[in-house]
């Protein structure tokens, strides 16, 4: 028998880790997909996503409840993003060999196989404009990737965002509104051309 | 209203995200303003090419590999449970919740004395310079790597920097000693080595009686391990274990996930050998039994499964 949330969660309160790994893969997906849509880099995606449900593992004992465990879980996810980013540019400014590292495994669209694009041709414009538009999602500001990357690819609502980040409706829609406007700039030269 | 907002509201109508009344000033407002409605149909333009670059479709291998990573990590933080552990989250469930405030109170006021003792009094600062100078990481045979530079301020000489210091461990004991269980199960699920990780199970398998996070660990490495050798090793380990519902449940992974042949066959014969110990297959087992042995790719198990199911029939 399938058992609830709110089961494996009793479950997992008194240390059951095979329940807990039951809640983790009902939710692994999206926060894997957050993750690795928010980081740039494989690693990146596998840190996030190890340190939210370690985070949920150490945190689990004293969840009431009271909300969603989805929400709680969204919450942490969106809090490991917005610090990781902070932790990865301290680290990549003064990181002495960071470019050269050839563990990084970028994630980029550009670098996956697009079944529907027939010929070489298109497929290297693709590959041209979603490397453009992956190096503008890197320009923008933590908060900005993460409501853009929230609401553009993995299409949850500003409500839900709003929850998720802990901030007011209208404040979201303001990081929409200029990470749309900031993306806009860094691809002037792509939609001109 | 400023053309600032209808700007954000042009936008926001693309992600279906305004109210109904916002929705009807944008359309009138789009009515009588030229320079709104170019905007809007460049937007237009603008997301679906956003729209269209966003598919990312991650390689599943990424999501195993982090899963993978997460049961270790989740193994390392269980067994860094101390002892006391149980008996203070039992005194957490009935007396925290209600005395929270005054607890956290006390334990502020007991930081606060022992980090000005600490702080200030001269004895314990020459023990922290003690400590400092007989620093265990500064030994011969510990080897230094991964070094990260954080800060470094050239004008004050202050430096700042991360670093992994290895250092080789001789130990000696008996399979049933804790310690030694444990840098087994840690290694079993952590080391890179697949040949290490075999030699963890067989270790681990002599142990004379069973023990819960040892079969946690077994299960984790059946279910995640990327080698089909040391998948199937630790379910043979498993076999020395009585069957329940968390085997049972492997056992059902192995059989509906597996893409080696070989573990679903030996995942059959354990269920089967099950039996024959007296103990009842049940629904469930049947169910994926009967689904094995109707679609299967391989003829074996198929008439395996077929065989196991006709018996329980009988």
Redesign the interface.
Same mark, same amino acid.
């Given at each position: 028998m399938v058992s609830s949330d709110h089961e494996l969660i009793q479950y997992a309160q008194h240390?059951d880790? +095979?329940a807990?790994?039951q809640l983790?893969?009902r939710y692994?997906?999206q926060v894997?997909?957050i993750a #690795?849509?928010f980081g740039n880099y494989?690693d990146d #995606?596998?840190d996030i996503?190890?340190e939210v449900?370690?985070r949920v593992?150490?945190g689990i %004992?004293t969840f009431q409840q009271k909300s969603e465990f989805a929400t709680w879980l969204y919450r942490i996810t969106t809090n490991v993003c917005l610090t990781h980013q902070t932790q990865r540019k %301290?680290?990549r400014y +003064? +990181?002495?060999n960071h470019d050269d590292d050839p563990k990084q495994e970028l $994630?980029d669209?550009a670098l996956?196989?697009r079944p529907h694009e027939s010929s070489p041709e298109q497929h290297t414009l693709?590959s041209d404009? +979603?490397f453009h $538009?992956e190096a503008a999602l890197r320009s923008l500001s933590p908060q900005q990737k993460l409501v853009f990357t929230l609401?553009?690819?993995q299409g949850y %609502?500003?409500k839900e965002i709003a929850t998720m980040m802990g901030c007011a409706e209208g404040t979201i %829609?303001r990081y929409?509104?200029s990470a749309?406007q900031r993306?806009?700039e860094q691809?002037k030269d792509?939609?001109e051309a | 209203m400023k053309h600032e907002q209808y700007k954000e509201w042009l936008q926001l109508s693309l992600y279906d995200e305004l109210t109904q009344d916002e929705r009807h000033t944008l359309d009138d407002h789009l009515n009588s303003c030229a320079e709104c409605r170019e905007e809007f149909d460049f937007l237009k333009k603008f997301h679906a090419v956003l729209t269209q670059h966003k598919s990312v479709d991650l390689p599943e291998q990424l999501l195993v590999e982090a899963r993978y990573q997460l049961r270790g990590a989740l193994r390392m933080q269980q067994s860094r449970r101390s002892f006391w552990d149980p008996a203070f989250d039992a005194l957490r469930e009935v007396v925290l919740p209600h005395y929270k405030i005054v607890f956290g109170g006390i334990a502020l006021f007991v930081l606060g004395i022992v980090l000005g003792y600490l702080l200030f009094n001269p004895s314990s600062r020459r023990a922290a310079q003690l400590v400092k100078e007989e620093n265990p990481i500064i030994q011969s045979d510990t080897r230094i790597t991964n070094v990260r530079f954080l800060n470094t301020d050239i004008a004050t000489g202050r430096i700042e920097f991360t670093f992994e210091a290895v250092k080789p461990v001789r130990m000696k004991g008996n399979i049933n000693d804790e310690s030694v269980q444990k840098i087994l199960t840690h290694a079993l699920l952590t080391e890179q080595n697949p040949g290490i990780r075999l030699q963890s199970i067989n270790a681990i398998a002599s142990r004379k009686s069973p023990d819960k996070e040892i079969k946690s660990a077994l299960i984790a490495a059946v279910k995640t391990d990327e080698n089909p050798g040391v998948r199937k090793e630790a379910l043979k380990a498993l076999e020395r274990y009585p069957m329940d519902e968390e085997i049972k449940h492997t056992l059902l992974f192995v059989l509906t996930h597996e893409r080696n042949a070989g573990l679903r066959i030996a995942a059959i014969n354990y269920l089967d050998s099950t039996k024959v110990e007296g103990q009842a297959l049940d629904q469930d087992v049947l169910n994926v039994l009967k689904e094995k042995m109707q679609s299967d790719d391989n003829n074996y198990i198929r008439l395996r499964a077929k065989a196991v199911v006709e018996e329980v029939r009988q």
């Open positions: 240390g880790v +095979s807990f790994e983790v893969y692994d997906k894997f997909a #690795a849509r494989a #995606a596998k996503y190890q449900f370690l593992f150490r %004992k %301290k680290y +003064s +990181s002495l $994630i669209p996956h196989e693709a404009i +979603s $538009i609401r553009h690819y %609502k500003l %829609k929409l509104f749309t993306m806009r691809l792509i939609y | -």
